[in-house]
């Protein structure tokens, strides 16, 4: 988790109350501001409600509301005494599924709505073997609508129990279970007494506690350049420095420094964020920096210490998510766009597709199809500069785009 700001992500399939649950506990904790609670009150008479509906607080565009559904991913922010939030909502319908993705993919916490009356589906398990495939560290299974279900401990369990069955083995991700009502608020911001069966925390209780799983990355240094900064002016006639995000490991003045693709090394001079000088950047802020030498550095190129250089490959091995209609072909001809960079890659072979119930690989023909979860062997114009998604999220993806449309049609996570 970055610092003390915690990315938690709402999935699930279509109507398990993923919006409901953000509204009950932004409502419940008193996180809501006196102009946004007039503005679904008034959505209430609008739309035809007999009480508040608190997923307006995050369903936001017309057509969600008219709908009762969400389309787009939508951004929230709280905070308790321990820590600052930002609450993700993200769609459930299957064709929505790259907005999960993207709500999903520097996600610290999961909390996958199960529908208590519906069940664990299709789309609740897509969802949920998604968060594990993307590294989410925790996973927060939430059995929704027990109201509905008379608060049934019977039913809690049974339910927990096809979930603890379905489960990877091997998974680096926790999991968790509460039973809620994110209608009534129950085990949402307080323990409930509809409930004196369940002994755990409420889900704001539970998301307090989670602490991150610290990796040691001081070595591994990774910097994507997205701009050259060479200002045409008296002021600053020589400066010449290379802006971007760090998105993973730390730097200091003085440290050695490898410029890929070049694989040239020189030293870091200056570290820059605006016009503020720092004598060390780490994960997740976005300076300038200045090296010693004029080597050739490009939008596209890396810094990296050049003790813990990337892996380079022309052939490497991904999973990938189909997020297209369009089925994703053996022998395709796509564009690659890892980090700020663009690659021409070829689908060279389509290994395996995951079925969803086994949660195993299983060999396919040819094509992936929509939605569908396969390992792909790709081939690209160039070497890339990667980590295995397993070591570095960011380094280890990279999406593929339609060379026609410009659309994106898969994400990938190399392996």
Known sequence: MNGNMVRVITAGSVDNGKSTLIGRLLFDSKQILIDQLENIEKAKYRYGNEEINLAFLTDGLKAEREQGITIDVAYRYFSTKKRKYILIDCPGHIQYTKNMITGSSNADIAIILIDGQEGFNNQSKRHAYLSILLGIGHIIFAINKMDLLEYSQDTYLDLVSSINEWLPNESKSEFYFLPVSALKGDNIVEKSGTMPWYSGNSLLDLLDELESNTES????????????????????????????????????????????????????????????????????????ISINDDLDISRGSILVNPLNPPKTANRLNAIAVNLNPAPLKKEGHYLLKHNSKWFKAIIEDIYSELDLNKLCFEKVSSNLSFNSIGKIKLLLNEDIFFDLYSENRIM???????????????ALMFI
């Not at 070049?262 to 300076?287: D, H, R, V």
């Not at 060379?403 to 898969?410: H, L, M, P, W, Y």
Request: glycine share 8%; aromatic share 6%.
């Open 217 to 288: 990355e001081n070595d591994c240094f990774r910097f994507p350049i997205q701009w050259v900064i060479r200002p045409q002016s008296k002021e600053f006639q020589n400066h010449r420095s290379y802006a971007g995000a760090v998105i993973r490991g730390k730097a200091q003045v003085g440290d050695s420094i490898m410029a890929l693709p070049s694989g040239l090394i020189s030293k870091i001079n200056k570290i820059q964020i605006g016009l503020e000088n720092f004598s060390e950047i780490n994960t997740g802020l976005s300076p300038s």
């Open 396 to 410: 280890g993806s990279a999406i593929l785009v339609d060379e026609s449309t410009n659309e994106t049609v898969s």
